[in-house]
């Protein structure tokens, strides 16, 4: 799971310490089979940067923020 705090440091630029700490992050979890989930995703940049390095599961500001339940359901489950 990268941290929230890793993605936070992210400043935009893939060529940065943070984004090859989050590849590094990202690349050990993938050898590991473990699922890797993105917390704390609130840019487009940090989301393009993680879906380049095949990270597939994302929550955040971004993304949506936090909702109840029955409206959770409502936009993402369809019930």
Do not use: W
């Not at 989301?47 to 359901?73: A, K, M, N, W």
């Amino acid at each position: 799971m990268t941290r929230k705090s890793f993605n936070h440091a992210y400043t935009g630029d893939p060529r940065s310490g943070a984004a090859a700490f989050i590849k590094t992050f990202v690349s050990f979890e993938q050898i590991l089979d473990i699922t890797v989930v993105a917390e704390g995703v609130e840019t487009q940049s940090q989301l393009t940067l993680l879906q380049s390095y095949d990270c597939h599961v994302f929550q955040g500001y971004y993304l949506s923020p936090p909702l109840p339940t029955d409206e959770f359901q409502h936009r993402f489950i369809g019930r």
